[in-house]
C-alpha cells in the first residue's frame, strides 16, 4: 500500500487503480459509508478531480487535497 502525497502521484493514477480513501468525519462518505472506503478509480477530470464513483457522485479535488482542505484525509493506493 503506497500513501499517495503528492500531486504528481495522484495525477499518475489510471482508470481501474484501486485506492484506500480516509474521510475527515464532517465528509458526507464518512456519513454515509464510514470512515475508511475503497475504490475503483473512474477517471480524473480536467478539473483534477478523482472520480471514484460516478453513480453516487463520489470525488475528491487533487488540489484541496494536497492543501489539506479536502472531505479526504489520507488516500492510499492498493499495489497490484
Not at 503506497?2 to 464532517?26: A, F, H, P, S, Y
Request: hydrophobic fraction near 35%; include cysteine.
Amino acid at each position: 500500500m503506497i500513501r499517495l502525497t503528492t500531486k504528481e502521484e495522484l495525477m499518475n493514477l489510471k482508470k481501474g487503480d484501486i485506492l484506500l480513501v480516509q474521510w475527515k468525519r464532517n465528509a458526507p462518505e464518512y456519513k454515509q459509508n464510514g470512515e475508511i472506503t475503497h475504490h475503483n478509480v473512474h477517471r480524473i477530470t480536467r478539473f483534477n478531480e478523482v472520480i471514484l464513483d460516478e453513480n453516487q457522485n463520489t470525488y475528491f479535488n487533487i488540489g484541496l487535497y494536497i492543501a489539506g482542505t479536502s472531505f479526504v484525509k489520507e488516500v492510499c493506493l492498493i499495489e497490484p
